[in-house]
C-alpha cells in the first residue's frame, strides 16, 4: 500500500462531528467558565469509579490509575501523543456528559508565563478561586489552600497505593524549557519521528524538553511520571502539548495528518506503530486504533484549538 493510499483511506474511516468544541487557552476562558470547569473537575472526583483498577475511589482515580497501569506502554513510544490525545478527549467528554460541563478542555499555553518566577505566581492557572490553586516555591508539600487542597488522592506517587493529599513544589528553574523559542525548535522538527522525541524529551533527549519540562515544573504529583494525573493541571498541559502537535500536523496536512512512526514498546522485540495500533483505554472508555485520533476535527475528537 502506497504513503498517499494509507492517508486515503485513514481519513475516509473518520465521521464527520456534530458538534465541534473549542479548546481554549485558560486565560480565554470567562471567570464563570474557568469557575464552571473546576466545578466539573470536583464533581468527577466525588463520582464512583467505573474501572476495575485497585484501590480507585472515584471517576477522577479511574483517569490516573488508568496512566499509572499503562505508564510503560504509552511513553518513549511512538504511541505517545496519540494515545495522550485520546486519553485527555475522554476526560474532556466525561467532564461533559457526567458533570454538566458546557465546553471543552482547556489548555495552558505556559509561554505566557515563563518570564520568570513572579510572572509565573501570577498566572491565573494558579488563582486559587478561579483557578487550581498554587503551590510551595523551591519544596515540594501539599497545595495550599484553593479547589482541591482538601481533595485525597488514593494512588501515587508512583505505582505505589497511598492515600495523601495533593503535592506540589513550583521549581522555576523550568521555565527556561517551556519558552516560545522552544516551542518553535519542536515545531520545525521535519518528520514526525523528530518532532515526537524533541516534544517528550528525557531519557531520549539529553535535556530536558516542553513535556517533561511542565512536568517538572509543576512539581510533587505532577513531576511523577506515573501518576500525575493526581493533578488536574495534567490535563491542561496535555491538551496544550497536543495544540503544538495539531500545529505541527497543519504546517502540511498532506504529508503529517496521519504521520505517525516509532517503537511500540521500549523493551524488545520492537515492532514499529502503525495507524492500526490500538489505544488501550482500560475499561474507561472503548479502545481505537491510532488512525482515529490523527484528525481532531473527526469523531471521536470533534475539537479545535483557538
Partial sequence: MSRGTEISDAAAETQECEVMLQRKEWRMLE????????????????????????????????????????????????????????????????????????????????????????????????????????????????????????YTLSLGPGPIIQRHQLMRGLNASFLAYLTKAQVLNTTRQPTFESFRIELEGRPVTPDVKIHDGGHRLIGGDMADTYSSPADPIFYLHHANLDRIWWEWQMVDPQTRLFDISGRTSVDPPYQNVTLDFMLDMGGVAPHVPIRKVMDIRRKPGCYVYV
Fill in 31 to 150: 471567570v464563570h467558565e474557568r469557575k464552571d470547569y473546576i466545578r466539573a473537575v470536583q464533581c468527577l472526583q466525588g463520582l464512583p469509579p467505573i474501572s476495575s483498577f485497585p484501590s480507585v475511589k472515584s471517576r477522577f482515580d479511574d483517569f490516573q490509575a488508568l496512566h499509572i497501569n499503562l505508564t510503560d506502554r504509552i511513553h518513549l513510544v511512538g504511541q505517545f501523543l496519540p494515545w495522550h490525545r485520546r486519553f485527555v478527549s475522554v476526560y474532556e467528554a466525561k467532564l461533559r456528559k457526567k458533570c454538566g460541563y458546557q465546553g471543552a478542555n482547556p489548555y495552558w499555553d505556559w509561554t505566557k508565563d515563563s518570564k520568570n518566577l513572579t510572572t509565573l505566581l501570577r498566572s491565573p492557572v494558579f488563582n486559587p478561586t478561579t483557578g487550581f490553586g498554587g503551590g510551595l516555591v523551591g519544596t515540594e508539600g501539599p497545595v495550599p489552600p484553593g479547589p482541591f487542597s482538601t
